[in-house]
């Protein structure tokens, strides 16, 4: 369910973190709302795309364990 235009991984998918902000990768979710696989990409394609949301999408910043 990623942003599509984001990063193209079918797998990709949004949650919520206890950072309160939307989350964005692959693999398993753990219970704090964080993926196993971080997607930078899509988080901020849908910064872009969703301007009114206010707030920065985690992650914040590329993640060496970013899987493509």
Known sequence: MGIRGGCGNKE???SSGI????TF???E?????YWEY???KCARAFEKLCP???GR???FKKDA???M
Do not use: Q, V
Not at 29 to 33: E, P
């Open 12 to 14: 990709c998918g949004a």
């Open 19 to 22: 950072c309160e902000s939307a």
């Open 25 to 27: 990768g692959s693999g």
């Open 29 to 33: 979710l753990d219970k704090n709302g």
């Open 38 to 40: 971080p997607c930078f």
């Open 52 to 54: 009114e949301y206010k």
């Open 57 to 59: 999408c985690w992650p």
């Open 65 to 67: 364990k970013e899987r």
